[in-house]
């Protein structure tokens, strides 16, 4: 009867721990592990690691709204001193003389596409400007590059 007695509490005591380990897990939001730019009617949002490791990151770039043919996204850095606040102000669809572009890609309206980025490893962090053919639609970021 004692090993009985024993042995359920031991199958008790593995349940608890179990049911303990699943709980924790789940209390803990998962970090997307891909950046995902979304285009909407009304803008465009972030949303994924606040940094990526240096060199080819993937990321995901959703376009829902097709009230435009086409839209584009530019993925630059900054010049030193520079900030999300400059790129906010900047009202040109021409580049900045103070950024450096990454890459400049366009999409048609509801699509989603897959983009593969080369992270430059001498900069701390990297932007995003969304636009559709008239006009600048928001910029993000930054995304730290860790080094």
């Known amino acids: 009867m004692k090993k009985r007695m024993n042995w359920m509490k031991l ?4 349940i608890i721990l179990l049911l303990a380990a699943g709980c924790s897990q789940l209390g803990s939001p998962k970090t ?3 950046i995902t730019i979304t285009f909407t009617d009304t803008g465009c949002s972030l949303s ?4 990526v490791p240096a060199g080819i990151i993937e ?3 959703i376009t829902t709204s097709d009230v435009h043919d086409i839209y584009g996204i530019a993925i630059l850095t900054l010049d030193d001193g520079r900030t999300i606040e400059d790129l906010n102000k ?3 669809l021409d580049e900045p003389p103070w950024a450096d572009v990454v890459s400049f890609r366009d999409a048609k309206g509801k699509t989603t596409t897959e983009l ?4 430059d490893k001498e ?3 990297f932007y995003f400007v969304c636009f559709d053919p008239d006009q600048i639609i928001g910029a ?3 995304v730290g590059i860790i080094q």
């Open 123 to 125: 900069k701390e962090s």
């Open 140 to 142: 993000l970021g930054p």
């Open 59 to 61: 990321m995901d770039w």
């Open 11 to 14: 199958v008790l005591f593995l």
């Open 48 to 51: 994924g690691p606040q940094e």
């Open 90 to 92: 900047w009202k040109s």
């Open 116 to 119: 593969f980025i080369n992270l």
């Open 32 to 34: 997307p592990d891909k």
